[in-house]
């Protein structure tokens, strides 16, 4: 009976003293706790919590600068783009084409002078000014490349009623003519005539009594 008395009251004050210690336990840690709040001291969380807040702070700066970066880049890429295609499209609008060397263009003018009796005589070249491609003899014009060809002819004459054919080989082409009074002063004419090569192009009176002033003139290009 004395041992169970025994035990029962040991019990009983186990449970008084782990009583008084739970709650100097929890009194202890409340009085640790405010003081750490009191006198500035962060618990492991606090420390937790404040990094991950810094962290996204750091984050959100750093893709608001990639932004940034991101639209600067894109501006210098459309700027390029623009100068590339405006330096394309100068180089289309400032190309220059090479001069055609001229000795390769094809044409002559010859002052024409003299008098001439026979309507089957050509008419003489006095001073040549000009014979590019030296397809000119002083008389005959003689096509060194197939193309269109434009010949013109000028008189200056005393002579009525006459003038001079425009010929292409044994082909009349077109007449100056002089006329009368008071159309003696002169007479001018044109032909535009395709010639294969070899193809030959002279003047010939239209009477028998021309007399042509040192003035006179006649010219052939080829145009294409």
Not at 75 to 88: G, V, Y
Not at 97 to 121: H, I, M, R
Not at 132 to 141: H, L
Request: aromatic share 12%; with cysteine; hydrophobic share 35%.
């Amino acid at each position: 009976m004395d041992q169970l008395f025994k035990i029962v009251w040991f019990v009983v004050v186990s449970f008084v003293i782990s009583g008084e210690v739970s709650a100097y336990s929890l009194a202890d840690r409340s009085a640790v706790s405010n003081s750490s709040e009191e006198y500035g001291y962060y618990n492991i969380y606090d420390k937790i919590d404040s990094l991950q807040t810094a962290f996204q702070t750091v984050e959100t700066n750093m893709q608001r600068k990639n932004n940034m970066l991101r639209q600067v880049l894109q501006s210098i890429t459309e700027m390029d783009d623009n100068i590339e295609m405006s330096d394309k499209s100068n180089e289309g609008t400032t190309t220059i084409q090479p001069v055609q060397n001229k000795d390769t263009v094809v044409g002559f003018t010859t002052k024409l002078s003299g008098s001439y009796s026979n309507k089957s005589t050509i008419i003489r070249g006095s001073t040549i000014l000009y014979n590019g491609g030296n397809a000119y003899n002083g008389t005959v014009f003689t096509c060194p490349s197939p193309g269109l060809y434009l010949f013109h002819v000028s008189l200056i004459s005393t002579t009525v009623y006459d003038g001079s054919w425009i010929y292409k080989n044994s082909q009349q082409l077109t007449l100056a003519y002089t006329g009368g009074t008071p159309q003696n002063n002169g007479a001018s004419v044109s032909a535009a005539v395709w010639l294969d090569v070899g193809d030959q192009v002279y003047l010939r009176p239209y009477g028998s009594s021309l007399y042509l002033d040192g003035n006179s003139a006649f010219t052939g290009v080829k145009v294409n």
